[in-house]
């Protein structure tokens, strides 16, 4: 079986049959009884949320779409070890980080091909915080640290430099607005690891930011 885009495409079809199930209903007809209605409107409902995520985690759209295609093959292989109870979305998550992880690997260079491509307006990453709020430390809420227009493209560059497990944190919580305890979940560790990474992210890039800014002003 195949994930392609026309799939993504067509997904909407199943939303009127199946749209009253849950996502784990929808994950368990498939898996029980092959229902591939249940499995294209499960594509159909996470399509712009996972492909966002997968965008902005890797920065290329062709190869964003590759991993969002290969996330739900593997749904397809491996939704047999799918336990009932469990939830559907922080596992499906963690299948797209893998997916995600996966590519970039095999693309360690396209960050640096890309820079350039990915200037400007680039969807999913319009929020970003002001170059002195992150200084300064003046949010309460670390949520807020991405509140802002400003120092965008700069921003976007630090995040795409900062370490693999503090660049999923900052990823997974503040662009695509999940829970500490989902982003844990799908990272599969402690609730405090995320606070702690996502602290350490902010100094990390408030440093970097600030570097920027000095090197810009020589």
């Not at 591939?36 to 779409?65: C, H, P, S």
């Not at 949520?143 to 660049?167: H, K, M, N, T």
């Not at 503040?174 to 799908?186: D, K, P, S, T, V």
Request: glycine share 8%.
């Amino acid at each position: 079986m195949a994930i392609t885009t026309d799939l993504r495409r067509s997904a909407g079809c199943g939303e009127a049959g199946t749209g009253q199930r849950t996502d784990e209903e929808l994950l368990l007809a498939y898996r029980d009884h092959g229902d591939r209605q249940a499995f294209d409107e499960l594509v159909y409902r996470y399509e712009a949320e996972l492909y966002n995520y997968l965008r902005n985690y890797l920065g290329d759209a062709q190869m964003a779409e590759d991993a969002f295609q290969n996330t739900f093959l593997q749904v397809h292989l491996k939704c047999g070890q799918f336990e009932r109870g469990r939830r559907v979305r922080p596992w499906l998550y963690a299948v797209a980080v893998n997916q995600a992880i996966d590519a970039h690997r095999r693309n360690r260079r396209h960050r640096a091909l890309s820079l350039d491509r990915r200037a400007g307006n680039e969807q999913g990453w319009e929020e970003s915080t002001t170059l002195n709020d992150m200084l300064n430390g003046v949010e309460t809420d670390p949520a807020q640290a991405f509140a802002s227009a400003e120092e965008g493209a700069s921003l976007r560059q630090a995040v795409d430099r900062l370490p693999e497990g503090l660049r999923q944190a900052v990823l997974l919580v503040y662009y695509q607005g999940l829970r500490y305890r989902e982003a844990a979940e799908i990272l599969g560790v402690p609730v405090g690891t995320i606070k702690s990474r996502l602290h350490a992210a902010i100094q990390r890039l408030g440093a970097m930011l600030s570097a920027m800014r000095v090197s810009a002003d020589e």
